[in-house]
């Protein structure tokens, strides 16, 4: 069974497989808490195994909170972010949290900005199979939504510690690995003559990354993760995304329409076409159209 609504549920004697399925009491996979991307509910691979690893049981109140693409900044942000929100909200008392983080600075910070300290977090691997006295689960939030949105912005900006930090005012965020402008030098030539200044996010700690997006007024950028820090830009900021045809998801435009950001979106030409998926491919984009 499918909701489209945000929810919260206490599952006495769930079990957690892996970083993978929540099983129901009765031995059902419970999908909309257990899906796998690209997959339909009987292609899941809990149905690949042979063997499940022994089954260890716990008296505890433990919530779940994995995620499949949990190692995504992005994913991270707006999603897992806003199912520990959800389970705030629901008030009720969890022991243990399973979370299959990769302790990422970005989600060590965080996990600790919400107030789950260390000794609570169960970091499950392959073998990982748990009973709990009660199981909570909250569902997951897939798209930005103004209640998720908020929840990040204010949990970690506080407008009384933002500083103002010169020279970032028009900011180009450059990829490292795929989706990358394979005509960037042309691009940045360019945005030179507008005093933009390029940035790779990866190497910024947290707390600069939300400084930078809260001074900006213009920021173009390749679709990437790094635009979930759109959730600490001021009302009026422009965004410029870039994309290829090939790879075109509504993720950062549904941010800026909940945050009254001005958005603009080019699409450019596909390039380094990649067998496996489509948001790997490159881009080059027209410096006329940017100009313009």
Aim: hydrophobic share 40%.
């Amino acid at each position: 069974k499918f909701s489209k609504k945000a929810f919260v549920f206490k599952l006495p004697c769930g079990r957690v497989l892996g970083e993978k399925a929540v099983i129901s009491p009765d031995h059902k996979l419970l999908w909309d808490v257990s899906a796998e991307w690209g997959k339909w509910p009987a292609e899941h691979s809990i149905f690949q195994d042979k063997r499940l690893p022994p089954l260890k049981k716990t008296d505890k109140t433990v919530a779940v909170l994995n995620h499949p693409a949990a190692y995504n900044y992005y994913h991270w942000m707006l999603e897992v972010l806003a199912r520990i929100h959800l389970l705030q909200e629901s008030r009720l008392k969890i022991d243990k949290y399973i979370i299959n983080h990769r302790a990422l600075p970005f989600q060590l910070e965080t996990l600790t900005a919400c107030g789950i300290a260390p000794d609570k977090i169960i970091q499950p691997d392959n073998r990982f199979h748990l009973q709990a006295e009660e199981l909570v689960v909250p569902s997951y939030v897939n798209l930005p939504n103004l209640w998720s949105v908020n929840y990040v912005r204010n949990k970690f900006m506080s407008h009384s510690n933002m500083i103002r930090v010169d020279g970032y005012e028009r900011i180009y965020i450059k990829r490292r690995a795929y989706r990358k402008v394979i005509n960037e030098k042309e691009i940045l030539g360019i945005l030179d003559k507008f005093n933009f200044k390029s940035i790779v996010l990866e190497v910024m700690p947290l707390k600069k990354q939300l400084e930078v997006f809260y001074n900006a007024k213009v920021i173009i950028a390749p679709h990437g993760a790094g635009l979930a820090n759109l959730v600490f830009c001021k009302p009026g900021t422009t965004i410029i995304e870039l994309f290829s045809p090939s790879f075109m998801e509504p993720h950062y435009w549904l941010i800026c329409r909940l945050l009254h950001l001005n958005y603009r979106l080019i699409v450019g030409k596909r390039e380094n076409l990649h067998h496996y998926w489509t948001g790997f491919d490159n881009m080059s984009i027209n410096p006329v159209q940017l100009l313009k």
